[in-house]
């Protein structure tokens, strides 16, 4: 049985014109995670782009991904990551696919052995699925009618001292193709990973969020 990655990728971005090929690292933003899928096959038999843009499908098979052409139906700015996935599943014949791995290109950097670690635990206690997650430590609240209701916290109390809350950082997901077929990514017993890596804050759907990125990738490097 086969375990596929999934990199969907439309045309259209509100925020970053061709946001999934912009240049990032010297590469398409859509390149690293392809790169990644690739450095993974060990665990990915096949790598997916799902879009509905002939530039993204030009640089997706330049990079050795395969192509699913994504119809204008599903390619619109509310539609769910899910149904992308659903269409490649049903598109590819769902026959021999037992697992996929959902590749986000707005997260291009990854711990290099995060995947291997997820599928390890994702295989051995037998979970669904596993997505990944990073605590965040910021007090939240809320505002209405001119005055703040703390969230999170009471006020005065020091940070160190919150309840841990956690956030979806993007960075990897893994589900049983059975479970996207019943349009569900995330399942009630999906494991969630945590990640303490400062790659779990890069997410890049603006202009800024690009700037930090590459801040962050050139400090990383400057490191080695």
Do not use: C, W
Not at 11 to 17: E, L, V
Not at 74 to 87: C, F, M, Q, R, V
């Amino acid at each position: 049985m086969k375990t596929i990655a999934i990199i969907p990728a439309r045309g259209g971005s509100k925020r970053i014109p061709e946001k999934n090929i912009q240049v990032f690292a010297g590469l398409p933003l859509l390149a690293h995670s392809i790169l990644y899928a690739k450095q993974n096959e060990a665990i990915i038999d096949e790598i997916y782009v799902s879009t509905d843009n002939d530039e993204i499908k030009k640089i997706a098979l330049q990079f050795g991904a395969k192509v699913i052409d994504r119809p204008a139906s599903i390619s619109g700015d509310l539609e769910p990551t899910i149904t992308a996935l659903k269409h490649v599943l049903e598109s590819v014949g769902i026959k021999d696919v037992e697992n996929i791995v959902l590749l986000q290109p707005t997260n291009p950097l990854r711990p290099q052995d995060l995947l291997n670690d997820a599928f390890k635990i994702y295989e051995e206690a037998n979970y669904d699925s596993l997505f990944t997650v990073s605590r965040n430590h910021q007090k939240f609240g809320k505002i209405k009618d001119n005055k703040f209701y703390p969230f999170n916290y009471k006020i005065g109390q020091r940070s160190q001292d919150l309840e841990p809350l956690f956030f979806e950082n993007g960075l990897l997901y893994i589900a049983k193709a059975s479970l996207v077929l019943n349009d569900i990514l995330i399942s009630e017993k999906a494991f969630p990973l945590e990640v303490d890596h400062i790659f779990a804050k890069v997410d890049i759907d603006t202009l800024e969020d690009l700037e930090y990125a590459n801040f962050i990738n050139t400090m990383m490097n400057s490191k080695k």
